[in-house]
């Protein structure tokens, strides 16, 4: 017998056979800065089960967050969008980015799409595609647009005002969910003036407030927890259950929500154009380190005026090779730097700045002159050297570490700790055994709020064996009496944190 060949059989598969099910996208949007990439992270870090992909969009031509989150999380994949906007010149390759991932949902290899998209970006046309019935992303469901908020930047711009710019957002506008992010930065009464804000503006959008972007999964997107009795059973209602995975939902819940008023489209994309036009990026790439004195020269001048968001890698002279930086610039001139664990890249310094209105060659030239020799006399270091060793001895909970390396750049370098020895007349080791004071974290968290002040300061981290240094380099522009003021408001923050049970304990 002849076998029968139905020609047809794909079309009609496609036609009439099973639908195949829809993939849940979740947009994260927000300004330069907000921490959209951070909240990635996080997603990443914490998704459990859940295999999730990431479309990441930057407005310049290195994209630097697509290279974070990669190194980060290496078993996930994650489509780069660099160097334009995904609300118009990248919308085509959004469509076959998500095409392409609908295949891998197909094989079962992805359960849910991230799209980050640049903090230019208005979110509007790209919910329109995924709410359409046809075309390449007729398949992927939205599930949630989550609005990062620098809680920082919107509560000082609401000091005094009754209103802002920023709450009038188009991001906003489109929000199902509202993050508050970087809360750490304002106090209590801030957050919650800000919040209201928020919710008298746009009433009915879920807004929860978090620090360094993280929130569990299922208050941004929808998820539910799985639960496990003590065997590992799922589902199953007992005494005592542990955390399981993440179940998606139906997509249900997205139909309760308010609808979008009819006249977004008309309102946004005129204005996302214009604010498009008048934001200019530049990247630097450089094989050589930068000086520390010349890069704190650098980001305390006002070359960084205009400058919105500056981010990327960078590397100092000095360091051993291989060592590489993390570094973001966002909000009043917020600095983190933090140590790369996961370096593999090639270039030692790669940075990309975003503003309004720069001057892209005078930037440059200045990065490159970042990379320059020595220029400051031996004379003026060591006298500048000696008025912040003077400083320090004033305040018995700094100890300084006075030792010059062999080299030139070495000898430029003040290296000190935050310790409070000398104010409790005990050992690092007793605070550390006794009192459980980790004196490494807290030179890190003494940095981080250092470079988080608002003065444009900049100190760095130095490992010496199994030792964390807060470290400056005296010659440069800048004497260590301007920077005294912002050590004695980091210090004190943590004495009132860090400390203040260690002072108790001794006083019985």
């Not at 609300?87 to 991932?101: P, Q, R, T």
């Not at 060793?389 to 010059?404: G, M, P, V, Y």
């Not at 890190?444 to 030792?467: M, Q, T």
Request: net charge negative.
């Amino acid at each position: 017998e002849i076998d029968r060949i139905n020609i047809f059989a794909g079309h009609e598969n496609a036609r009439w056979g099973k639908p195949k099910k829809q993939l849940p996208v979740c947009i994260v949007t927000g300004r330069l800065g907000a921490g959209k990439t951070t909240l990635l992270k996080n997603m990443l870090s914490n998704k459990r089960n859940l295999r999730i992909a990431a479309a990441v969009n930057d407005f310049a031509q290195l994209n630097v967050d697509s290279e974070i989150v990669k190194r980060s999380s290496a078993e996930t994949g994650v489509v780069e969008l660099s160097n334009g906007c995904i609300c118009c010149s990248k919308a085509g390759e959004l469509k076959d980015a998500v095409w392409s991932i609908l295949q891998k949902s197909d094989q079962g290899e992805i359960d849910y799409l991230v799209i980050e998209t640049s903090g230019v970006t208005d979110p509007i046309t790209i919910i329109r595609t995924l709410e359409a019935d046809y075309g390449k992303m007729y398949r992927a469901r939205l599930d949630s647009v989550v609005v990062v908020v620098d809680t920082d930047d919107l509560a000082h711009e609401l000091q005094g005002n009754t209103t802002s710019h920023m709450l009038d957002s188009n991001q906003l506008q489109c929000a199902d969910v509202i993050l508050l992010n970087k809360c750490d930065l304002v106090s209590q009464p801030e957050i919650d003036t800000t919040r209201s804000r928020l919710q008298e503006i746009y009433p009915g959008i879920q807004v929860h407030q978090c620090s360094f972007g993280d929130i569990p999964l299922h208050k941004i997107i929808e998820v539910s927890e799985q639960t496990l009795d003590r065997s590992g059973s799922k589902g199953v209602i007992a005494h005592e259950t542990a955390r399981g995975g993440y179940d998606i939902g139906s997509g249900d819940l997205r139909a309760l929500r308010a609808p979008r008023p009819d006249n977004l489209k008309s309102i946004r994309h005129d204005q996302s154009h214009v604010k498009t036009q008048r934001l200019d990026s530049t990247s630097f790439e450089s094989d050589t380190p930068f000086y520390l004195h010349k890069w704190q020269d650098f980001l305390r001048s006002n070359l960084l005026n205009g400058v919105h968001r500056m981010k990327g890698w960078i590397c100092f002279q000095g360091d051993k090779p291989g060592t590489q930086y993390i570094f973001h610039m966002s909000g009043r001139r917020r600095y983190e730097c933090t140590l790369d664990p996961n370096n593999n890249s090639a270039s030692i310094v790669r940075l990309v700045l975003i503003g309004d209105g720069i001057d892209v060659e005078l930037l440059q030239e200045n990065l490159r002159n970042c990379c320059a020799p020595l220029s400051n006399t031996k004379e003026s270091v060591d006298a500048a050297r000696e008025k912040a060793k003077e400083l320090l001895a004033t305040d018995d909970r700094f100890d300084l570490w006075d030792s010059k390396g062999d080299s030139t750049e070495e000898d430029t370098m003040l290296y000190f700790r935050m310790t409070t020895c000398r104010t409790f007349n005990i050992t690092e080791r007793d605070l550390a055994r006794t009192h459980g004071v980790n004196l490494n974290n807290v030179q890190i968290d003494f940095i981080e709020r250092v470079n988080y002040a608002n003065g444009g300061f900049f100190v760095n981290v130095k490992y010496f064996e199994n030792d964390v240094y807060i470290r400056y380099d005296l010659a440069g522009q800048h004497e260590f009496q301007e920077l005294w003021d912002a050590l004695q408001i980091a210090a004190k923050v943590l004495w009132d944190t860090v400390f203040k049970h260690v002072q108790l304990c001794l006083c019985g």
